[in-house]
């Protein structure tokens, strides 16, 4: 069947849809607007960023500003689309883009129109706007400016409600029933409750679940892999709730990182910080937490925070759902413990107590949009001098999110004190044996691993241990 | 004349912003793949080499050929004429002939209907090879004898003597990686068949002229059946000078085969994997000095990883050895330079070309030589500078005339307060178990002009329409620099009209011929002197008409923004222009210009090579962690020369965007290849250019008041590369904060470039154990 979706108020009916065309792709060889560039095709330059909007469930819409390049088309069924093409009106340039050009924002202009779009987001309101400039651009490079031509812009632009963009009814009247469909022999769905969900895994076990498709997206833009049926999640209602609870957090699976970003933080600031290290706003809004896990992936940063917090995973089929500490799910590189016809449905995270002290760090070549090359959580429960509990995981060490054993052995039941710690991350050696890969080599992960036992050491007495904390010193 | 024409008022104007700024943010500024696609287009790809050195025993294409929608697949058995892309040596094969030199070279074409189709029947090649163990490393290159040509020398004085009199002396050596251009928009290029054999090619290139003689050489054709057409490109930085003509190339071979229009438009992981980077360095050097910190002699030697094939290697490798004096005044001297070639992805041309590594060489060995001293690094840079007669001659005998690094350097000492937060830096790290702060004032002094004395030439061609409209091409390439803005504003004072008057038009090798390749920072001062030249030819014809026409003195005549004054009557130029096609003068003109006074013998390496000399200064606070290795640049104060500027909002983007490049280089982007010669780092989500964040919080700007000592347009400087190397600030800076480790140790930290964390851990490693 078709998929429909509005573009600058027009309605765009595709009847039939390749699931795994990008969007991009289509913008810019079918729609032939062409000011959407393609940098990489991988979701790490941001020079193809659109914006999207899908009804927010509470009468509005809620934009996102995403990396069109590794969207794929049935995912746009029942949105707006703004490129930026959108945004100049009867001649004119926008306000921001006025601000921009006058600033000097552009030099060979490639990167420019992702640049707009990003920031235009920011000036609606859309998803992860609340950050400041330099987080919202994080995902978008420039390789001529030098960047503060465009931090000045952005500056200097206020938020502009656009009352031209589509209301939530409108979006509801385009697409009233889920998308399906069938391209060149292979079947796609994209479902919009958990019991539709339930019963086409249980027809189709092997099929491949596609919540945010920045993982996926790759396998299609770079390996050129041919997808065969594929379920799209990120229409499913039940798995978008996200529920903060005196207890924690029940994060849907199909939540995304920047929705979860706030409750994040309200949970423990490091995981605020960590979430906002992680990739960048466009991934953000478009990957989700359990996509995250799901993978399986051993240097996703989601992990080993959750791990150390002593999350739960629970995971549905046909059978009804079941359970499991978040750690267990990992069995081995590329393998996780869910069975042919199941989900991912949540993940419990429970609150701290007031008697913890958690410490994560994300360890990487470049402090914003990278990966990891070590990413480690520490949380432990600390009463009276000694700590009673301890849950220590790392990302980067071993061939999948893995909670450090003696490390936890060494802390549990002892003082809290410098020596503690030492021994401590001492013992690392002895949990992980890493790779030597282009992240990093194995001697910098084991050392840099066991330092982030000791930072936190410092850390809690008060010493200052951020970069990022630093002002330059006035003279 | 060039040098002060009264017409001239740029400075008075306001900055402009770039002549493309508002396509930019509306998204309507047209690349070469934003272009509506011809019918019957042809999308391409390349069949890549999996092995870094071999001997292919066969090919087997036919799944390639088979797969759907593929139209043609060529071999290198498939080209009419000349199988190369190389800019001077011949050895850059479009298709591997027999043999692969790097992995992931390429070594069959796909032509097929689509893009998807062309890259996956790409990858169904069967190639049987017989390995040969490549040269990866320096070292195994050098063992094994591989060089691109000798090693060269340039030589003043004797150091050996020198070095054995001195009052102290260090050796020392340090690492330096290349760099990635990694433009925004990757490799490009459309071929269209025209009739009679001859085509026409959009390409993202730097050097239409280089693509076009290539492109005829490689069809079997004179350079006159090929044109070359380049309106924009989205960023280049080096990495279109030469490398673009492979996708050309490939282009014009399918159009010339099929006669169909012919698009190859590279995925940005190939592009990585395809073409050349900054050139890998390790520089070894033996310095004496005196109590001073002031260098009595050098003996510096620098190694570089060229790849696996010429390029530009020989003219970089120059570069480098022209910069290792960088400001300062060395006696005796002896500049070995090894230029090893290796079984990697030829090195080539990226801004500062060779410039960086040699100025990094240089400045390394001050700050280690203040480190032993237990001096000030600045204390010990300021002892060294050139200076009056007797210390103003460099190691290739240019003397040094327009030496204003030392008032640059005083200046920025007191505007960023350098002394005092030196001090309070002290304090901090005294202070401060993990983290240390440090910082750096560094300066530049940047030789502008080609080193190939020959390419110092450019054309331009100016219409006057008969409505007053002017038409402007020349032989510079736009790739965001803004050389187009700067020549159109050039040619728009001459006739004292509004930059919006004059139409700047793509750079076609059809308009103006035989140019060189947009590069060397030369763009505006070559082409704007010569669409000056253009324009004034056509304005002096104007003016001998009028002045006949109105029986008036020519000094009677002005060109105002009010209009044309021809005596007591005022003109538009529209309707001066008018009257003189009425009159049969001609309105279009050619212009020319070549640099003058430079000459270098390059048997000798002594000469003028360089037209005058661009100068900068940067001051730069980091602060590092030493337990992570994690830095963060705190502040930034530049202050940097481009003498009279033609457009300052144009001129501070360069600064800054060339200083955050540099600051990549030295920090976050790291290339990694494997023990096989594969490229880990082929993509943007394993190799880290700087974001948004990186870029330091606090950065200010000032430009020089000075100008051009130098007749140059509008006694302007040269801006492009320059402000790249203020960068080493950041990475000396880094270098002093891990010092403060062991503030009491003479020793120099063993900090090698790209600083990332890893490398950091390193030094501090090494600096504890020295």
Known sequence: MAISFLLDGETITIDHVDPTATVLDYVRYTLRRTGTKEGCAEGDCGACTVLMGEADGTGGVAWRALNACILFLPMLHGKALLTVESLKRDGELNPLQQTMADNGSSQCGFCTPGFVMSLQGRAIGALGSALPAADVIAGNLCRCTGYGPILDAAEQVPTLPDETLPSAQALAALAKEPASGTWQGRQWFAPRTVEALVQLLADHPDARLVAGATDVGLWVTKALRQLETVIFLSDVAELRELSETDEGLTIGAGVRWAEAHEAMARLHPDLGELVRRFAALQIRSAATVGGNIANGSPIGDGPPALIALGATLTLRSQEGARSMPLEDFFLDYGKQDRHPGEFVESIFVPRPGPDAAIHMSKLSRRLDSDISAVCGAIALAVRDGTITTARIAFGGMAATPKRATHCEAALSGAPFSAETFEAAAQALSEDFDPLTDVRGSRAYRLEAASNVLRRMWLAQQGTAISVLDCEAIHG | MAERDPGWNVLEKPAKPHDSAALHVSGEARYADDLPEPRDLLHLAFGLSTEARARIVDMDLAEVRAFDGVVAVYTAADIPGVNDVSPMAHDDPLLADGEVIYHGQAVFLVAATSRDAARRAARLGRIEYEPITPLLSLDQAREAGSEIEPVQRMVRGDAASALADAPHRLEGRVAMGGQDHFYLE?????????????????????????????????????????????????????????????????????????????????????????????????????????????????????????????????????????????????????????????????????????????????????????????????????????????????????????????????????????????????????????????????????????????????????????????????????????????????????????????????????????????????????????????????????????????????????????????????????????????????????????????????????????????????????????????????????????????????????????????????????????????????????????????????????????????????????????????????????????????????????????????????????????
């Not at chain 2, 440090?438 to 054309?459: D, E, R, W, Y």
């Not at chain 2, 035989?514 to 669409?531: P, Q, V």
């Not at chain 2, 020519?554 to 005022?570: C, K, R, Y």
């Not at chain 2, 940097?640 to 457009?647: A, C, E, P, Y």
């Open chain 2, 186 to 770: 990757g490799q490009v290029s459309i071929a269209t068949p025209l009739e009679d054999g001859q085509i026409h090619l959009v390409s993202s290139t730097q050097h239409p002229s280089e693509v076009q003689h290539l492109v005829a050489h490689m069809l079997g054709l004179v350079s006159a059946d090929v044109t070359i057409e380049v309106r924009r490109m989205g960023g280049a930085f080096g990495g279109k000078e030469t490398q673009a003509a492979l996708f050309a190339a490939a282009c014009a071979l399918v159009a010339a085969k099929t006669g169909r229009p012919a698009k190859f438009r590279c995925d940005r992981d190939d592009d990585m994997v395809l073409t050349g980077k900054r050139h890998e360095f390790e520089i070894g050097y033996d310095v004496g000095f005196d109590e001073e910190g002031r260098i009595v002699g050098l003996d510096l030697a620098l190694a570089s990883r060229c790849g696996a094939s010429v390029d530009l290697s020989p003219a970089i490798n120059d570069r480098a050895m022209f910069h290792a004096d960088n400001c300062y005044y060395l006696p005796d001297v002896v500049i070995v330079s090894e230029r090893l070639k290796t079984n990697t992805v030829s090195a080539t041309a990226f801004r500062g070309f060779g410039g960086p590594q040699g100025m990094l060489a240089i400045e390394r060995i001050i700050d280690d030589i203040a480190a032993s001293l237990g001096r000030d690094p600045i204390e010990v840079r300021i002892a060294n500078l050139y200076g009056d007669e007797g210390r103003d001659v460099t190691p290739y005998e240019m003397q040094v005339t327009d030496n204003i690094a030392p008032d640059m350097i005083a200046r920025l000492r007191e505007t960023a307060r350098y002394d005092e937060r030196a001090r309070k830096i002290a304090q901090f790290n005294e202070t401060s178990p993990v983290l240390k702060r440090g910082i750096a004032l560094t300066p530049v002094k940047f030789g502008i002009s080609f080193t190939s004395t020959h390419l110092n030439q450019a054309g331009a061609l100016v219409h006057l329409y008969a409505d007053g409209s002017i038409q402007l091409n020349h032989g510079g390439t736009e790739m965001g620099q803004g050389v187009y803005v700067k020549v159109a504003q050039v040619v728009a004072d001459v006739f004292a009209v509004p930059l919006s008057q004059v139409r700047i038009t793509a750079t076609r090798t059809d308009k103006v011929p035989n140019t060189s390749a947009t590069a060397a920072s030369s763009g505006a001062d070559l082409n704007g002197m010569a669409a000056h030249r253009a324009a004034m030819t056509i304005r002096e014809r104007l003016v001998q008409f009028l002045a006949e026409e109105f029986s008036c003195d020519a000094g009677e005549i002005l060109f105002t923004p009010d209009g044309v004054h021809v005596g007591s009557e005022m003109l538009t130029l529209g309707e001066a222009a008018r009257r003189a096609h009425i009159g049969q003068i001609s309105l279009s003109a050619t212009g020319y210009y070549a640099t003058p006074d430079i000459a270098y013998d390059r048997v000798a390496h002594k000469g003028r090579p360089f037209y005058y000399f661009a100068y900068g200064a940067a001051v730069s606070e980091v602060v590092v962690d030493t337990l992570t290795g994690e830095h963060k640049v705190l502040a930034v104060d530049i202050l940097h020369d481009v003498g009279r500027s033609l457009n300052p909002a144009i001129d501070r983007g360069q600064i800054e965007g060339g200083f955050v490049q540099g600051q990549g280089w030295l920090t976050t982007e790291e290339l990694v290849w494997d023990d096989k010669g594969r490229l880990l780092t082929h993509s943007p989500a394993t190799y880290k250019i700087p974001t948004a964040s990186d870029r330091p919080k606090r950065l200010t700007i000032d430009l020089w008041d000075g100008e051009n000592v130098q007749p140059t347009i509008n006694r302007s400087k040269a801006v492009g590369e320059p402000p790249f190397m203020l960068a080493i600030s950041v990475f000396s800076a880094i270098g002093r904060a891990i010092a403060a480790i062991q503030p009491d140790s003479r020793a120099y930290p063993p900090l090698e470039a790209p600083a990332t964390p890893e490398k950091i851990l390193a030094a501090i490693a090494g600096h504890r154990s020295s």
